[in-house]
């Protein structure tokens, strides 16, 4: 069975400041590792992906993620945040045999202040 | 069409009545997830549909919950005598295929409060 652990409830950051989001992950299988964010009332919108290849992803908005195996971390980035990108953001894995479905994290809300 | 759709988008309800949530997915997407997301927490998963057939029900909380998807397409997940602990957002996904390489798109979600 698949488990993400997200250790940061919450991370506020001023604006135009870096930022990263932790993302740690267990699995026996080879894993397919996913964030998304989620804007209030809203649903779930895929930020990137890593499949396979190269272990840094590009995603939309400037965000971007690195796979680290040995480590079971897959953290996202982006250098220069906005007031905008204050959100829920969320970590999941999926893997195995058969179906797979999402396992998410518990969430961490990012906090963009002026 | 071109995304998953879910309505209603809120529905409140009185303890003990029974609700009908409703989830149309891309089309031609073969696998049909539904989420359970409490507040402040993440996305559980409840139950998944490959088609018409439901492989896997083993995150549905009581036998208060139901899931169908009887032609392969519309799913509908139905709440009966409905609890204060079943106020969440019912979020469905939909996916291509059955491997995660395909990606799942998410609907904006039902937002269930029971008063």
């Known amino acids: 069975a698949q488990s993400v652990t997200q250790l940061d409830s919450q991370v506020p950051v001023f604006e135009e400041a870096p930022v990263e989001l932790r993302c740690n992950y267990s699995?026996?299988?080879?894993?397919?590792l996913f964030w998304y964010v989620q804007y209030p009332n809203q649903g779930l919108q895929l930020l990137l992906k890593?499949?396979?290849?190269?272990?840094l992803v590009k995603g939309i908005n400037g965000f971007e993620a690195e796979f680290n195996k040995s480590q079971t971390s897959f953290h996202l980035r982006k250098p220069s945040v906005h007031i905008s990108d204050t959100a829920e953001y969320f970590c999941?894995?999926?893997?195995?045999?058969?179906?797979?479905?999402?396992?998410f994290g518990t969430g961490t809300r990012l906090l963009v202040s002026p | 069409g071109a995304g998953v759709s879910q309505s209603p988008r809120y529905k409140v309800a009185k303890r003990g009545q029974d609700v009908a949530l409703r989830c149309d997915p891309i089309s031609g997407h073969v696998s049909l997830f539904w989420y359970q997301q409490a507040l402040g927490q993440g996305p559980e998963f409840l139950t998944y549909?490959?088609?018409?057939?439901?492989?896997?029900k083993s995150g549905l909380p009581s036998d208060r919950f139901f899931a169908e998807r009887p032609e392969g397409s519309v799913s509908t997940l139905k709440i009966q005598r409905t609890q204060q602990e079943d106020s969440a957002v019912y979020l469905c996904?939909?996916?291509?295929?059955?491997?995660?390489?395909?990606?799942?798109?998410f609907g904006s979600g039902t937002r269930l409060t029971v008063v």
């Open positions: 699995s026996s299988v080879s894993v397919y």
């Open positions: 996904a939909s996916s291509l295929g059955v491997q995660g390489n395909y990606g799942y798109t």
């Open positions: 549909f490959q088609n018409e057939a439901q492989l896997d």
């Open positions: 999941a894995v999926s893997g195995g045999t058969g179906f797979q479905k999402l396992v």
């Open positions: 890593y499949l396979s290849g190269s272990t």
